[in-house]
Nanobody, 126 residues
Framework: QLQLVESGGGLVQPGGSLRLSCTVS????????IGWFRQAPGKEREGISC????????NYKDSVKGRFTIYRDNAKNSVYLQMERLKPEDTAVYYC???????????????????WGQGTQVAVLS
């Protein structure tokens, strides 16, 4: 059974850092592009970052560019989102998602991925 599990969320002060993990099971990670999405209360879900199957392509939403870094470790079946200089507006439930539809250098943050995790809460509060 294909499964994605997010972890690493929590409460942090503005300016702080967190590293989210997306650990997969039931499939071979290197066959899938991975996206990170978030949904804040009362808002629509938005794509914030993604990494291609090969790892050579990454994309970021403008609001997180320069603060967030996505990377993958296929040997550990995991993709990570390192988040720095967090802001209150980063508060949301964060989800990872997987898709194998396109080529090894593809990833997108405006795309409906096939498989989703359950999410992890990130709260940035003073």
């Amino acid at each position: 059974q294909l499964q994605l599990v997010e972890s690493g969320g929590g409460l942090v002060q503005p300016g702080g850092s967190l590293r989210l993990s997306c650990t997969v099971s039931g499939f071979t990670l290197d066959n899938y592009a991975i996206g990170w999405f978030r949904q804040a209360p009362g808002k629509e879900r938005e794509g914030i970052s993604c990494i291609s199957r090969s790892g050579d392509t990454t994309n970021y939403k403008d609001s997180v560019k320069g603060r967030f870094t996505i990377y993958r470790d296929n040997a550990k079946n995991s993709v990570y989102l390192q988040m720095e200089r967090l802001k209150p507006e980063d508060t949301a439930v964060y989800y990872c998602a997987a898709d194998s539809a396109y080529g090894s250098s593809w990833c997108g943050i405006l795309y409906e991925y096939d498989y989703w995790g359950q999410g992890t809460q990130v709260a940035v509060l003073s």
